[in-house]
């Protein structure tokens, strides 16, 4: 391996990592971790994520070189606007999740014989269970990191392969970008994971409320990418 084609990798590598970092990234994610009780959980979700964005690159790369393709205006506009609808729709859902069942109740008391009334808030009975299904927990994030794979600075990395005069060093970049960005979303995962994690352990409010914070944040963003558009 020549060393322009081993520095290429390199800093393909940590442009996957970066790249993983986005705001529509981190804010897709955090919503979906934030619905599971346990780390490892939250890290499958950030594999899944990763595995779906690395594909989804592999894809485009291979057409890129195979057939000298390129991502028109048009459709990396049509991207985002995907990334922003999917983010509204999942921080919408969560949100619903986290507030679903909460219910404000007046129970009256009597002390010194002095009946009164006071506000309880109750919350939901959790049905969930700890029964681990790959297909079922991995199929969102693998959709979501699919679509986020082809949008943003994603596109932007599909420009170094013009600079790559070897096919199979322009996927072998790829696939280097595509692992750096799957590790750093395997890292995230866990570090969102393990507040979630104590929260579900402590009370379930504390765990609805940060809930409400991941989806607000998902939701919020979705609507400025929205917003932000053409």
Known sequence: MDAPLSAALGLGFLLGVRHALDADHVAAVSALVSQNQSVIRSCLLGTFWGVGHMVALLGAASAVIAFKLTISPALECGLETGVALVLILLGGHVLLKALRGWALHQHEHSHDGHPHR?????????????????????????????????????????????????????????????????????????????????????????????QVVAGAASLLIGCWLLWQGP
């Open 118 to 210: 006071h506000p309880h808030l109750h919350n939901p009975v959790d049905h969930t269970h700890d029964h681990l299904h790959l297909i079922r927990l991995g199929g969102r994030p693998f959709v979501i990191g699919l679509l986020h794979g082809m949008a943003g600075s994603a596109a932007m990395m599909l420009l170094v392969l013009t600079t790559i005069s070897s096919p199979l060093g322009g996927l072998l970049y790829v696939l280097v970008f595509g692992v750096g960005a799957t590790t750093s979303m395997f890292v995230l995962s866990a570090l969102i994971g393990i507040p979630c994690t104590l929260a579900a352990g402590r009370s379930e409010a504390a765990r609805s409320a940060l």
